[in-house]
């Protein structure tokens, strides 16, 4: 069973290796911008959440000091 579902697998994605490994430039470009870009959307995504996290806080001490003024 294994065997024939790797058999269909491989024959719906056919393998291409080129012979002239300078075809593999481009690739290799595209992985590395993607690559680029994903570490730069973490670190947007890290920056964004630590400003809503001070946001929060912010809220929070806010609030509990308005519950400590309500109930002397």
Known sequence: MLSILNLF????????FPEDKT?????????ALVIIVAVLVVF??????KKQEEKAK???????KERENQHP
């Open 58 to 64: 912010e809220l929070e001490e806010r609030l509990n």
């Open 44 to 49: 947007f995504f890290k920056k964004i959440s």
């Open 9 to 16: 697998v491989l024959n719906i994605i056919p393998m291409y």
């Open 23 to 31: 075809e593999y430039i481009p690739a290799f470009i595209q992985l």
